[in-house]
């Protein structure tokens, strides 16, 4: 544990360093944005980009490269509702996108969810008292990573702030919403993408299943999960450079 929390300390001070140097660029259109809230997830498509590269616009920090020979630029958002809205609205405000992407981890929240699977979301619901309506997600690019994940699951996924990762909270979470899995950032980035009129594609992989809890799985599960929905996302954005 001592060795990990070394390498994730550093890998972060390595980023603030190269973000500190990055030249300020204007705001200008990029097809495909992408957001991700943790560094493990992030870095998991920045691997994947051709001529990736840290820019700023605005004083916000992201990364530029190319997918499948189209630009794309990522922003690491931080954990949460709020930390999701602010970096999906700076997306939009800074790149223009003609889709914006979500995708990681998430927590299962029925026990017949298992580790390690991919899923693509078709609604995308708030538990709480601003909870309303269910988000319903671009049909149009959920239907097209079906068709090029034909392993992943179409589900609906919830967001609630501060839940609690027992069995019996699961179940209420579950049997109030009708989702399959939770994350903390989804349905922030669907309702401004919403809002802005962008089409939304989530990615999200299991990590945390409903037996145990996400101290305990995810610094085993985590990483690989965070790599299996990053793939998801360089597959859909390689084929929407083709043409769709």
């Not at 790149?95 to 078709?122: K, R």
């Not at 349905?187 to 919403?194: D, K, T």
């Not at 962008?198 to 985590?222: E, F, M, Q």
């Amino acid at each position: 544990m001592k060795k990990l929390f070394a390498i994730t300390l550093c890998a972060a001070l390595f980023t603030c360093l190269a973000a500190c140097g990055a030249p300020e660029a204007e705001p200008e259109n990029v097809p495909y944005a992408v957001l991700a809230a943790m560094q493990v997830e992030a870095r998991q498509l920045i691997k994947r980009m051709g001529n990736a590269r840290t820019v700023k616009v605005a004083g916000r920090t992201y990364t530029r490269g190319t997918i499948g020979g189209a630009e794309v630029v990522l922003h690491q958002c931080g954990m949460g509702l709020e930390k999701a809205e602010a970096g999906a609205r700076a997306l939009i405000e800074d790149f223009q996108p003609d889709a914006l992407f979500v995708y990681g981890t998430s927590g299962a929240v029925i026990p017949e969810l298992a580790t390690q699977q991919v899923m693509i979301a078709d609604a995308l619901c708030l538990r709480g008292e601003e909870g309303g309506a269910p988000i319903i997600a671009d049909d149009a690019l959920a239907s097209l990573a079906q068709d090029l994940l034909p392993h992943a699951m179409r589900v609906r996924l919830v967001a609630e702030a501060g839940f609690s990762l027992t069995p019996k909270a699961m179940d209420r979470i579950a049997a109030e919403t009708s989702a399959v899995a939770i994350d903390l950032e989804s349905y922030a980035v669907a309702r401004v993408a919403g809002e802005a009129g962008v089409p939304l594609l989530v990615i999200r992989c299991v990590a945390d299943t409903y037996h145990y809890l996400s101290l305990v799985a995810w610094p085993k599960n985590g990483p690989s999960a965070a790599d299996k929905a990053a793939a998801g996302v360089e597959t859909v954005i390689k084929k929407l450079a083709e043409g769709g």
